[in-house]
């Protein structure tokens, strides 16, 4: 028997120094000792995150626990600024894993997802819905006016009651169970959407055997097409995947019209092919409980839920905008189909053109209209000199620099990191960017942040910011080119990078208002094709030659080209997106029929497919749910800035320190039609943007 304890005792021992060494070895469980104290990305693997996710729940649920037992009266600093500063450990893991599990993914990481995401939701719930903390918070916004609260503590105080309000925490104790089981649905099944649509992205290829395949095409494309296929083991083919950098040119070039229907379809039924990775039925089951929370809520559907604390407040608001749009979008769309279906005649086409022809016979239009054709413009835009231009803006209008860090860890081996200066040389942050697709990463283009801007115990906390993109790759010795699209994608990201950048916020609360939080990156498009901007950085790749004058008035004569096709494919999912989360509860969702029904109500003709599809529309999974019309709210913001601009100089130092005090600087901490008065001395008007579409007579 003494021998048995001995040895247990032995083992308990062993195990509690095991226990110990996982925490010294764990990355998350000490200070980062790295330069500038960015994520130590080199020494993270996949089995510290549940460890680290644990312990700082646990962390956390003491530390929300120890403020709401308090017998203290409730005041803004033991309460608001005590929320604030829990939950260190839990953010920090977060920051890093959510980053990753977006753009270097793994099997290992989506196991970890579907097992952390519900007991991340519980977690929160559990905080949000416990009657203590909203009694707490109601005393303190009651007796607001006791405390001398700034003009950002007011602001957060009293969207973060009403938030609450919002989360359930009002409701009774069985509503609230029911609500934190809706929650936890809905989590499980947006990772489910997310995850399908990655699959089916790196499921779907095109091989093609035959050059004769890729008539018309562009060398660099071929090439590009053809080191993709060899790095899949299929030395001497063509590998053409529904990535856009890889479709969109097949699209625009291949003479093969049949190939360009299956690449298109390819594309077009991600997550609707009937198999394992079908979204369908996932997105109906969203889609019912948003609106079954909502009603239990209080409101008529989900997107009365979610616009109550954005600009637009209600669904008439959005419909009233996007009404203004398709007006002028869809009539442009007609008539630039009337005359590709000219060309296409006149060229012995037997058919009529279809949704897949758009690109191909847009493009032939914009040569025939404007002599210009895209890969014309291509080796002016080096993706390095593209970036190298966008730093230059930003230097111009705020005076900060960019220096290149080779010594830091990085989120993956592609990305690229800078040290972001003050002019003064103060340290202001650190940006990552990566740039090319793959399969670990998903779709689209974004900004995120691994660390965001705060004041902790007087000291000021600087931003850790990545870009992440997903641009044609160079192949062989011609480096990445992008496309003009590309190109404003890139000054796009780095708009809402700078928003982080110049952050001010004093706490971690940030309520930037979901329609009010494009404006920063929108606004950054317009410096694009400026000819004092293009002379920067559009040089050729292989001569250094600055595009030359007739091509930059080419490409602005061209500029309002192809807009009602643009506009249309957006403000059909735009449409989609609402009428999704206007319906009520109890409303029977078969998927397929519903999109049908929702864009024929708005006459969106055969020959242009939304934006997004409903089993891959991933902005309203998360993030964009009612949402999606915020580009375009936005845009009004941004078109009726940039006047001032016009105004007083593109690069008006004056001006861009206005924009960036008022904006950029206050984001999500004050209401944001007061910071925009504040900048630009009134109201935003919507005819900016109509007349830069080309949509006023």
Known sequence: MKKLLFLTSIILIAMNACSEKGKETNPFFSDYNTPFEVPPFDKVTAEHFVPAFEKGMADHKAEVEAILSSSEEPTFENTIVAMDLSGELLNKVSSVFFGLSSANTSAELQEIQMKISPELSAHSDAISLDPRFFEKVKAVYDNRD????????AYILENLYKGLVRQGADLPEDKKNELKAFNQELTVLGVKINQNVLKEINSFQMVIEDEENLAGLPESVKNGAAEAAAAAGMEGKWLFTTQKPSMLPFLTYAHNRELRMKLYDGYLMRGDNNNENDNKELLASMMEIRAKRAELLGYPTHAHLVLESRMAKEPQNVYDLLDQLWAGALPAAKRDLLEMQAIADREGADFKIESSDWWYYAEKLRKEK?????????????????????????????GITFTELT???????EAVAFEVKEENGEHLGVLYLDFHPRESKRQGAWCGRYRSHKVKDGEEITPVVTMVMNFTRGSGDVPSLLSLDEVETLFH???HALDGLFA???????YVARDFVELPSQIMEHWVTLPEVLDIYAKHYETGEVIPDELVTRIRNSSLFNQGFIKTEFLAACYLDMAYHTVAAGTDITVSEFEEEALDRIGLIDEIEPRYRSTYFTHIVG????GYYSYDWS??????AFEAFKENGIFDRNTADKFRTNILAKNGTMDPMEMYVAFRGQEPSIEPLLRNLGFLD
């Open 493 to 495: 990201e780095f708009g």
């Open 623 to 626: 993030g964009y749910d009612a």
């Open 504 to 510: 001010e916020n004093s706490y971690g609360y940030s």
């Open 635 to 640: 845009a009004v913001l941004d078109h009726d």
């Open 370 to 398: 404007y002599d210009l054709d895209d890969n014309e413009l291509r080796p002016y835009f080096e993706l390095e000199n593209v970036m190298n231009g966008a730093f230059a803006v930003a230097t111009n209008l705020y």
């Open 407 to 413: 010594d830091v860890p990085k989120p993956h081996s």
């Open 146 to 153: 006791n405390f001398d609260l700034t003009t950002e503590e």
